[in-house]
């Protein structure tokens, strides 16, 4: 987890250089003539099974980019047109992603609508989704959450489906990334000739700073045997990114095999290897809105400070940075390491029947060590296991078709995670120096960290601090699951279909073994918690369609699922040390809303989807705090294929994202610690928290977003493709006082061809060489309510005496030890009788907290017997077994609050630090 507090340039001018050489770029088979106007399915079963197809009769097979010329079994598991699939999806086919070279994730929105990746520190590994994070599948089954620490690879990419809202009955919903899914449709065999692909990019070249990044691949393939297939693709890369200090390194491997035993029988396996060596770019530190609309930064010594507060600046001065001086020190390095691998088997039974198996695996390891703001993040185990197994059947009752997939699901999770943040150091380096200078302040030695990993004491450990449970973990998922889907074609223009999912899932969750400070005092696993809940969840997913002709369609979605909600930045689970809260996190609850319209025209040439939803999810702040992300808007996209040498792309997204909360919430204004002054200088903004309303738009969502392609083929060889994309004006901090205005970016792409086995390809990224902004990460805007309050650099209850009632023995102690850390006195009871002892042998607290349920006796008498003695005594009920409308009217009075179990620690210091404070 990161501060917000620093901004990232994006849309950095470049060129990079490709040449391909290549041999035998024939296609698998033939499509249909597109001169056909599609004629809807017939009602009996044998009609059934065959599927519109939508091509452009002037365009090669090669060069078809319309989403419509191939079925799209991403969303609701079996193969149906885009037009049929009652979800917003946005496809992008192999002939596209090889005419503008998709890289990365943040390329997505050129070509899908709702969909805007901010820099996450240089390291965006999912896309944000209708303004919220989403996940990776690889050909219908979820691969491991990760925010920013195993980036994806497109090597063994052919082809994606971008689909918003959770996952069907069949795929399931998704965890973490409840927004959506990208679904990554891998590379296939080439059974009908010999294929042999290399490329070599080297880049690039813009006018603040070249770097070199030199890319190589190849891409081999081509029939074994008349029933049998491979591919292989090999991709390499070395070199630097525009950001000071970064490395961009990878070694890739991906093959593929496809073997057919007969006609209706078939197995697909592929395997991909790599290896990532990386930096996170933390964007430039010490934001103010003149950084942003002018580009001027404060220079100065600043005194370094605990995470999240103010440092002061000695002497501050204005000065001008180049955008590439982010806070990346000279030893920050990041690594990462991906194995998987998936098998499917499917079998035709019948005409109308098939059995299908899909297996899948991967395995993960990663780290992060960054001495220049003294973060570290140490994952040894992150690995995951899936089998899905599917029945589908299609027949008819009466006069109606019926569609049905059933089946069982298995997956089985493990993660060990370690994670430091808490005495990160932003705001202290002077980016206006050199980063000799700074770039190991503080280093990171063996007491840098308030923990450490054990056998690894450069990488830190918050679990010994104050708990970060998410980011800290040890935890084990089991999910087992049965669903099925139901699709009735009940007249040729009217449809519906119900799915039902039910996810039995056990989850066990303990603190990792670790090194507490001061001291090496080792902690075996299970220390500080261990906690073990199961859940039966159900989800279900309603859809309709209207198809007033063949060539389009109305729809209606509601979904509701739920599953798992992990940690910000690893997944898994997150319990908060406690079975009540563990039990809560996995049943994590997403809704979608959804209602569009898709239709083809132009004879085929054009196809356009308009879709409008409202989506929400729970959502789980830095503290673990839990709310609602709730996000509503409108989006549209239109492809048109005007002929062989022209084609458009164009998509358009209005949306509002917000945060709910279930109290007030305080921030730290962290993000804006600076004034300008009249007289142009720049001094502290001093201490203090801002209170943010209960419902707030998320910072780093855009209101507007806005894609715009064109693609001409001058002659057989030139081509070129010029792209836009826009983004509105948007928030860059939580309390709102920091604005990113309206930005775009333009992209070029031209490629030359000769002689039909060379390519060369020049990629020009933001032509106009704009200074567009984003935000460090949009998700970890909660990352601005910090446990350090800036007016009080130390222990926020120094002195306090708390009077601490709670029978359940751990609970207890998880409780005392957060206090006695913020420097409060305690004093514990287990029971009400010792309690009343202690009030009358003369001893009084200065806040009183108390469970609701005790062994011998109510939390609502002891608060009784305090107010009795000192009316003004603030008081805090914790229960979890009533509500705080079930309370005596009068009880909380004055300084009170009522906390439902299960809460996080830090909610309750922070409460008790505010009473303190006044």
């Not at 204005?318 to 590439?324: D, E, G, M, N, S």
């Not at 194995?339 to 297996?359: M, R, V, W």
């Not at 060539?551 to 979904?559: I, L």
């Not at 996209?637 to 709910?660: C, F, G, H, P, W």
């Amino acid at each position: 987890m990161k501060t917000i507090s620093t901004l990232t340039r994006i849309g950095v001018g470049g060129i990079a250089l490709v040449a391909l050489a290549s041999a035998g770029f024939s296609q698998t088979a033939t499509k249909p003539d597109a001169t056909v106007t599609p004629t809807p399915a017939a009602k009996t079963t044998k009609d059934a099974v065959v599927l519109d197809t939508f091509t452009v009769k002037e365009v090669p097979d090669d060069e078809q980019i319309m989403p419509t010329t191939r079925p799209i079994s991403s969303v609701l598991g079996d193969d149906r047109n885009i037009i049929d699939t009652p979800r917003s999806v946005s496809s992008v086919n192999k002939d596209l992603m090889r005419q503008v070279r998709i890289k990365s994730v943040t390329d997505f929105s050129q070509f899908a609508p709702g969909v805007y990746t901010a820099a996450r520190y240089g390291l965006a590994t999912t896309p944000m989704v209708r303004g919220d994070l989403a996940e990776l599948y690889f050909n219908g089954q979820r691969a491991k959450y990760s925010r920013d620490s195993v980036q994806p690879s497109f090597n063994g990419v052919e082809a994606i489906d971008i689909v918003k809202g959770p996952g069907s009955a069949i795929y399931g919903p998704q965890s973490n990334g409840a927004a959506g899914y990208t679904n990554f449709v891998t590379k296939q065999p080439y059974f009908d000739k010999q294929h042999t692909e290399v490329s070599l990019s080297y880049g690039a070249f813009n006018p603040d700073k070249n770097y070199s990044n030199t890319e190589w691949q190849i891409d081999n393939g081509g029939p074994i045997s008349k029933d049998t297939a491979y591919r292989v693709s090999y991709l390499g890369r070395e070199g630097s990114t525009y950001y000071q200090n970064t490395k961009d390194n990878t070694q890739d491997f991906f093959a593929a095999l496809s073997h057919s035993f007969s006609s209706t029988a078939k197995l697909d396996v592929w395997v991909q290897y790599y290896k990532q060596t990386y930096s996170e770019v933390s964007g430039i530190n010490r934001v103010t809105q003149d950084l942003i609309d002018h580009g001027t930064y404060i220079a100065g010594v600043a005194t370094p400070s605990g995470f999240g507060v103010p440092s002061t600046i000695a002497a501050p001065t204005l000065v001008k940075i180049k955008p590439y001086q982010s806070v990346v020190g000279t030893d920050d390095i990041a690594h990462a390491e991906r194995f998987q691998t998936q098998a499917i088997f499917k079998t035709e039974i019948t005409p109308d029947t098939y059995l299908k198996n899909s297996s899948y695996f991967e395995n993960r390891t990663s780290d992060k060590y960054e001495p220049a703001i003294l973060y570290s993040e140490y994952v040894p185990t992150d690995w995951n296991i899936q089998n899905r197994t599917e029945y589908g059947a299609k027949f008819d009752t009466g006069s109606f078709a019926n569609s049905t997939i059933s089946g069982l699901d298995l997956k089985y999770e493990r993660l060990i995670s370690y994670q430091s943040f808490f005495d990160e150091q932003y705001s202290t380096q002077d980016l206006s120096k050199p980063s000799s200078t700074w770039s190991n302040v503080g280093g990171i030695t063996n007491g840098a960290f308030n923990g450490a990993v054990p056998g690894h004491l450069q990488y830190g450990s918050d679990l010994g601090y104050n708990g970060n449970y998410g980011g800290n973990q040890d935890s084990k998922i089991v999910d087992i699951a049965l669903f099925h889907q139901h699709d009735i074609k009940w007249t040729n223009k009217f449809s519906s279909l119900a799915g039902l999912r039910l996810d039995h899932l056990k989850a066990d969750d303990q603190s990792p073994e670790f090194i507490s400070r001061p001291g090496t005092v080792y902690h075996p696993a299970g220390f500080r918690y261990d906690n073990s809940a199961s859940s039966n969840n159900f989800s279900y997913f309603l859809s309709s369609a209207f198809k007033p002709t063949p060539t389009s369609s109305f729809y209606a979605t509601y979904n509701v699922a739920k599953a798992t909600t992990g940690s910000s930045n690893f997944g898994g689970i997150n319990s908060g040390g406690t079975d009540a809260s563990l039990l809560k996190s996995l049943r994590g609850i997403t809704h979608l809303t959804e209602l569009g319209y898709k239709f083809v025209a132009l004879d085929n040439k054009l196809y356009s989807a308009i879709a409008l939803y409202k989506q929400d999810r729970v959502d789980v702040g830095f503290t673990g705090a839990i709310g609602k992300r709730l996000a509503k808007g409108i989006e549209a996209e239109s492809v048109y294929q005007v002929n062989k040498d022209l084609s458009l792309i164009a998509n358009l997204t209005y949306q509002q994202v917000d945060r709910v909360e279930p109290s007030l919430s305080v921030f730290q204004q962290n993000t804006t610690p600076y004034t300008l002054q009249p007289g142009g200088s720049y001094v502290a903004g001093g201490g203090g928290n801002t209170p943010v309303p209960y419902k707030r738009q998320y910072a780093g969502t855009p209101e507007w977003l806005g894609g715009l392609r064109a693609s001409y083929k001058f002659t057989k060889s030139f081509s070129m493709s010029l792209g836009g994309q826009f983004t509105g004006s948007q928030l860059a901090n939580a309390e709102g006082t920091l604005n990113i205005p309206f930005q775009y970016k333009i992209n070029l792409v031209a490629t030359y061809t000769y002689n039909k086995a060379w390519d060369f390809q020049v990629n020009v990224d933001n032509l106009t060489n704009e200074r567009n902004w984003t935000v460090g990460d949009p998700v970890a805007e909660e990352n601005n309510r910090r446990r350090l309050n800036p007016a009080v650099c130390g222990p926020r209850l120094s002195g306090l005496k708390v009077a601490l009632v709670e029978d359940e023995v751990k609970e207890g102690d998880l409780l005392r030890n957060a206090l006695i850390q913020e420097g409060a006195r305690v004093c514990a009871f287990n029971s009400a009788t010792d309690f009343s002892r202690w009030l009358n042998g003369g001893e009084g607290p200065d806040v009183l907290i108390t469970d609701w349920v005790l062994a011998d006796g109510a939390g609502d008498e002891l608060i009784r017997q305090v107010r009795a003695s000192d009316a003004d005594v603030p008081v805090i009920l914790m229960s979890g077994r009533l509500q705080e409308n079930e309370l005596a009217d009068g009880l909380l009075t004055g300084r009170a609050r009522f906390l439902n179990k299960p809460f996080m620690i830090e909610e309750l210091i922070e409460l008790v630090a505010e009473w303190n404070q006044s």
